[in-house]
């Protein structure tokens, strides 16, 4: 045998010299893969589940809406029973206190753009009373 452990037994425990790894050389050059990150955000995930658009009953008939008008359609309901939170609700959607609306606005969906201007015109009905 020749190199410096020449006289060292080889086996488990003891591999030869030239199967080594070299000094200032990583066992592994390329490390471990970067993991993805999720390219959405909970607001993108929020935002999306607001705009999905899902089958229900109105009036009788089945009806395609989003997951916002299905909920603005149920606070303005509720208002207008006489449920003060939720006509609160509705004013601060208005106010632009939250920025759903200002999302929705900016939705290209032409339905979701009529009933946002429904919506925005019984609110003037309501403030001219």
């Given at each position: 045998m020749t190199g410096k452990n020449?006289?060292?037994?080889?086996?488990y425990g003891n591999p030869p010299d030239h199967t080594k790894f070299?000094?200032?050389?990583?066992?592994?050059?390329?490390g471990r893969p970067?993991?993805?990150k999720p390219?959405?955000?909970?607001?993108?995930?929020?935002?999306d589940e607001l705009l999905r658009e899902v089958f229900l009953l109105v009036e009788g008939k089945q009806a395609k809406m989003s997951v916002i008008q299905i909920i603005v359609r149920r606070l303005?309901?509720?208002?207008?029973k006489g449920s003060v939170k939720s006509l609160a609700m509705i004013e601060m959607l208005m106010t632009g206190g939250f920025s759903l609306v200002r999302a929705l606005e900016r939705h290209?969906?032409?339905?979701d753009l009529e009933f946002i201007d429904a919506v925005l015109k019984?609110?003037?009905k309501w403030n001219a009373k």
């Open positions: 020449a006289d060292k037994p080889i086996g070299s000094p200032g050389k990583s066992g592994n050059p390329n970067k993991q993805s390219d959405t955000d909970v607001k993108t995930l929020v935002h303005a309901t509720e208002a207008m290209q969906n032409g339905a019984e609110a003037d």
